[in-house]
């Protein structure tokens, strides 16, 4: 059980009113903040030791693990719960359908140095990804082939996008995402001594044919030019 929660039933409550604006990219990069929708997604956030700042709720939707979930992280680490009344709630989620829990949250941040490889890793990298489905599509795929890391280069949409982190279904939140640029991307390839091997429909050889117990990069390119 949660220790207490804070009730939140004005449209115009200034939280409220900071979280609707965050469904746009320029507002997630000036507060430097993002929301997390659902369970499942608020689930790998906290798996993957993602830092939360504050829990939103509405108890008519909320599911037994899903207060089980925020009671349990939010009493042990002090994190402030608001209860919203279901037309509050409804303000601020952006799915049509919710099992009642958001959580705000800082932006994914991390750095090419700041990335633990083994000694054989395999990494993704992505250039030019238009779409936030197909970008979230790509880290949820990556994560359960088993890459170690994800680059995206001069990515054309925002990590931080609602619906990158669900089409994830969280795997963003589970392995390292970096942006950068391409000279950063293959600099830090050339000084990791990992070979990259692009990928396109038109190859001869399949992907499976290739040695992974090498240290190895698959590059995919944008969804018009692959």
Not at 42 to 47: H, M, Q, S, T
Not at 53 to 70: A, G, M, R, V
């Amino acid at each position: 059980m949660l220790n207490s929660t804070i009730s939140i039933e004005s449209l115009q409550n200034p939280r409220i009113k900071s979280l609707v604006k965050l469904r746009k990219s320029s507002e997630r990069r000036t507060q430097k903040k993002t929301l997390i929708e659902g369970c499942r997604e608020v689930e790998r956030a906290l798996e993957g030791a993602h830092p939360i700042d504050e829990f939103y709720i509405c108890h008519k939707l909320l599911n037994p693990k899903s207060l089980s979930l925020i009671s349990t992280y939010a009493n042990k680490n002090e994190i402030s719960v608001y209860n919203c009344t279901e037309s509050v709630f409804k303000k601020i989620t952006y799915r049509e359908t919710s099992d009642g829990i958001i959580a705000r949250a800082p932006l994914i941040q991390c750095k090419l140095t700041e990335i633990s490889l083994s000694k054989c890793p395999l990494v993704l990298i992505a250039e030019g990804i238009e779409k936030p489905g197909n970008l979230g599509t790509l880290i949820r795929t990556a994560d359960a082939s088993g890459v170690h890391a994800v680059i995206l280069i001069n990515s054309k949409t925002d990590l931080s996008n609602p619906n990158v982190i669900r089409a994830s279904m969280g795997s963003l939140f589970l392995l390292p995402i970096i942006e950068c640029t391409t000279d950063e991307c293959f600099s830090w390839l050339e000084k990791n001594d990992i070979r990259a091997i692009g990928l396109t429909p038109e190859a001869k050889q399949l992907y499976t044919k290739n040695d992974y117990t090498l240290p190895t990069a698959l590059m995919v390119g944008s969804e018009d030019q692959g």
